[in-house]
């Protein structure tokens, strides 16, 4: 007689069993993304997330949120706060979020919440129209000079787009304006970029490592700039800043402590996002011969052509907010305090939102969050624009025409995107 096995009749109901299942297809999908192999084609994981609903919960704890009209109302809506250093504490000694690093990013601009967040971004002033004017000239000799560099290179065989152009540009944008000597640029940016952990999804302790050691080392950088600018006060954006803290903080410590922190962040948010963003516009360029094309005879189209970069692969693809109280996101419950992580790549595709939404249309110049929305809206869009618009049109006009020598390799992360080359050669 052969055995027969008895089954014990599982307790949990089917609801239970399906937000088992459901959590460990999410763990097992971002484990996937935050490869290198992941972040070549993210998409598909967006749509797989999608599927679960516009709202669903997180394995670690918070909520995913994918659809385009609820990351924008979570940005616009005064109830949902950034994760700052209260909060941060908040979360216990043995957590990410009690890193040296992480403290340090949360005393910067976009880690305050309001009254405090108001003051700080009053202080900092914005990229008017005649500021705008003033770096335009400063922008365009520095891209005639990295395309005269790059076309050497292209004479050669093929050459690194993203080392020679898209990851110089920014650094030398941002280090003219702020007057600092530009034999610490390369330094300074590969500071930065070990600095990004800190502010990743889900850095592992060696990256938080790489950020803490990171964040030391620009402490003390721009401390001791802004102790050496007060010793030559001029028109720059540093001395404007040490002018404006005087007047807001008696205690002179402090007034310096805010104008570095305004100026560390202010170099953290310049430099990656542009380059990728730069790499990102470049390869959909390159890589489809009829937008070389198009953009060569309609010039015109290249502020769409940006914008649609940033919709269809932002350099940011997840952007993070804590509820103020308790409130209902969708048909979600959603506790005070809890984390929600606006999955912008995703929301970038969200077909509710934009028709067709995996084709690249340089015409469709549209409206997207790549910029964030509402009172964190970035402070520096119009720079990353200029750059941008400037690179683009040299392009068209300075280069011969590129084709892609191979598909290029990206940083194993999921917030912030980063192409790691975009090798090229005439076509
Ligand atoms: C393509 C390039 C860029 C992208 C995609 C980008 C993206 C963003 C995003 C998503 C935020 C908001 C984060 C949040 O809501 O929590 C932000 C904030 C900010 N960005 Fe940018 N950024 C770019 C370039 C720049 C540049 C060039 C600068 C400065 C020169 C800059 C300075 C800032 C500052 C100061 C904030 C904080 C604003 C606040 O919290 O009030 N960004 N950026």
Redesign the pocket.
């Known amino acids: 007689m052969g055995s027969v096995t008895t089954q014990s009749p599982d307790p949990r109901t089917s609801t239970d069993r399906r937000a088992t299942t459901d959590r460990r297809a999410t763990i097992s999908l971002f484990s996937r993304l935050r490869t290198a192999e992941g972040q070549a084609d993210p998409f598909p994981f967006y749509a797989e997330l999608r599927a679960r609903g516009s709202v669903s919960p997180a394995p670690w704890g918070g909520h995913l949120v994918t659809g385009y009209a609820t990351c924008e109302h979570v940005?616009r809506n005064g109830v949902w706060l950034?994760p700052d250093s209260k909060w941060r504490e908040q979360q216990g000694a043995r957590t990410r979020w009690s890193a040296p690093s992480s403290r340090e990013i949360s005393r910067?601009?976009?880690?305050?919440n309001p009254p405090e967040?108001t003051r700080?971004?009053r202080s900092?002033g914005t990229?008017d129209r005649s500021t705008i004017d003033r770096m335009g000239h400063q922008v365009r000799r520095t891209v005639d000079d990295l395309l005269d560099v790059f076309r050497e290179r292209l004479e050669a065989g093929e050459a690194d787009f993203s080392a020679l152009v898209a990851e110089e540009l920014?650094v030398a944008?941002?280090g003219a304006?702020l007057e600092l000597p530009s034999a610490d640029w390369p330094r300074l940016r590969e500071l930065t970029h070990d600095q990004v952990f800190t502010q990743e999804l889900l850095p592992n302790a060696s990256q938080l490592a790489r950020s803490d050691f990171a964040m030391t080392e620009l402490r003390a950088y721009f401390l001791q700039l802004v102790r050496e600018r007060r010793g030559r006060m001029g028109d720059d954006p540093v001395s404007q800043w040490i002018r404006t803290w005087d007047e807001l903080e008696p205690d002179q410590d402090k007034a310096d402590e805010a104008v570095y922190f305004?100026a560390l962040?202010?170099?953290l948010?310049?430099?990656e996002?542009?380059a990728?963003?730069?790499s990102t516009a470049a390869l959909h360029l390159v890589e489809d011969p009829d937008r070389w094309t198009l953009l060569a005879q309609q010039p015109d189209l290249v502020p769409s052509f940006i914008e649609e970069t940033?919709r269809y692969d932002?350099?940011?693809h997840v952007?993070?907010?804590v509820a103020g109280q308790d409130t209902v996101l969708e048909d979600t419950q959603v506790k005070a305090g809890e984390m929600v992580h606006l999955m912008?790549g995703a929301a970038h595709r969200d077909p509710a939102r934009f028709p067709d939404p995996d084709r690249f249309d340089p015409r469709r110049n549209p409206n997207h969050?790549?910029?964030?929305?509402?009172?964190?809206?970035?402070?520096?869009?119009p720079?990353?624009?200029l750059?941008?618009h400037t690179l683009l049109r040299h392009m068209i006009d300075r280069l011969p025409r590129l084709a892609l020598v191979r598909r290029p390799e990206r940083a194993p992360r999921v917030a912030f995107r980063r192409l790691m080359n975009l090798d090229v050669t005439t076509a």
Do not use: D, K, Q
């Not at 910067?108 to 305050?112: D, I, S, V």
């Not at 790549?370 to 402070?379: D, K």
């Open positions: 940005l950034e910067t601009l976009p880690a305050l967040h700080v971004r900092a990229f920014p944008t941002i304006w305004l962040f202010v170099l948010a310049a430099l996002t542009t990728t963003m730069l940033l932002a350099p940011t952007i993070s907010r912008v969050l790549a910029f964030s929305w509402g009172i964190h809206y970035c402070l520096g869009a720079l990353a624009r750059e941008a």
